[in-house]
């Protein structure tokens, strides 16, 4: 199991990225978003496998970024981002 953090910026006026979303929502196992551009995903996939999901949802212009994240981690978030966090397996 993976933890993915995904974060993007759209630059296509217009488009639907509906898609995109939907694949965020449908393909992992569990999600969390709770800052704005930013997923953060549990799923058996790498982060390479998981980008190539995305990849027919946005344009060329778009920026996208889908890395793993590890425990070693630091912020200021609200308490429940923090538990669902800290109940991951990294």
């Known amino acids: 199991m993976a ?10 006026a ?11 929502k449908n393909t992992p196992q569990k999600w969390w978003h709770y800052l704005e551009n930013v997923w953060i995903v549990e799923t058996d996939l790498s982060a390479d496998a998981f980008a190539k999901k995305l990849y027919p949802h946005f344009s060329q212009d778009d920026r996208v970024l889908v ?8 912020g200021w978030l609200q308490k429940e981002a923090w538990e669902w966090l800290n ?4």
């Open 14 to 24: 217009g488009k639907d990225y509906s898609a995109f979303f939907e694949t965020l």
């Open 67 to 74: 890395t793993r994240i590890t425990s070693d981690q630091q």
């Open 3 to 12: 933890v993915l953090l995904v974060t993007y910026e759209f630059k296509t």
């Open 87 to 90: 109940n991951r397996k990294y």
